[in-house]
């Protein structure tokens, strides 16, 4: 059984717990023990899965009980929460604070042998979506694989690109709510609404997949002339809409590269 220790209970860890938790492969082979950070949210996974969580006292205990540590406390208490602890030589590290690299967190847990930095999210409480690691590594990739797909990146720098790029998980959320609810306003009952949405944008994410040679512009285009797609089009390019994501992701990656 491997031993897991989480420093910092919060919607990322819970949705890893759960992730683990509740695969084929997890079943009986993790147990982890949670720092008391987060109170509510770490009696939540004890009360769920009594078998797999122990909440610790202290995070002390939950660094000592563990082979492998997730840190997964807010960027910004990073040093203050983490430097206090001791680590061991055998230890394995495992962090998804975006703001910090890993030569950063290796100052803070020496003597640990291993650090990787990760990007999962809250979807691999349901062992979909995309897991971003830096760098490679066969061990962390045999084991998150059950939990998503494990994106490895070159250059730790890429890893900050792929953390921005998750900022605009809740714009995408509010575009979703802000159609559905025009629906809603034109007559549609809600329930309908947002199920045609929800499948639409997961049919328009599989094509864009599977787009050739990645051209996703091209998918844009693919349009009858004069058609509804290329009026809504038009609208929205008349406007600069665009230009606003690309803004909001370009003042995300100021704060992330003001504290790389």
Not at 66 to 93: A, H, M, N, Y
Not at 114 to 132: E, Q, W, Y
Not at 167 to 183: E, K, N, Q, R
Not at 216 to 234: C, S
Request: aromatic share 8%; proline share 5%.
């Amino acid at each position: 059984m491997i031993r897991i220790g989480i420093i910092g209970t919060g919607t990322i860890s819970t949705a890893l717990v759960t992730g683990f938790l509740t695969c084929e492969e997890g079943t009986g082979n993790y147990h982890f023990y949670l720092s008391p950070r987060n109170t509510a949210k770490a009696a939540a996974l004890k009360e769920r899965f009594p078998d797999g969580v122990t909440v610790c006292e202290n995070n002390q205990e939950a660094v000592d009980a563990s082979e492998w540590v997730f840190l997964t406390v807010l960027p910004r208490q990073g040093e203050e929460v983490i430097s206090p602890l001791s680590f061991r030589e055998d230890q394995k590290i495992l962090t998804i604070m975006s703001d910090h690299p890993v030569e950063r967190v290796q100052e803070w847990t020496a003597p640990a042998s291993k650090i990787v930095r990760m990007v999962p999210l809250p979807f691999a409480a349901l062992h979909i979506g995309p897991i971003a690691i830096y760098p490679e590594d066969s061990e962390i990739r045999q084991m998150f694989t059950p939990l998503g797909e494990i994106i490895s990146v070159q250059e730790q720098g890429q890893l900050s690109i792929i953390s921005g790029l998750t900022a605009i998980m809740s714009a995408y959320y509010h575009l979703i709510y802000d159609v559905t609810d025009w629906g809603c306003e034109q007559g549609l009952p809600a329930e309908a609404s947002l199920k045609y949405m929800t499948a639409f944008f997961e049919a328009l994410s599989h094509k864009a997949a599977l787009a050739p040679d990645g051209d996703v512009k091209a998918l844009a285009y693919e349009m009858t002339p004069g058609g509804l797609n290329e009026m809504a089009l038009k609208n929205l390019l008349g406007h600069d809409a665009f230009r606003l994501w690309r803004d909001a992701l370009d003042e995300v990656m100021a704060r992330l590269n003001a504290h790389a």
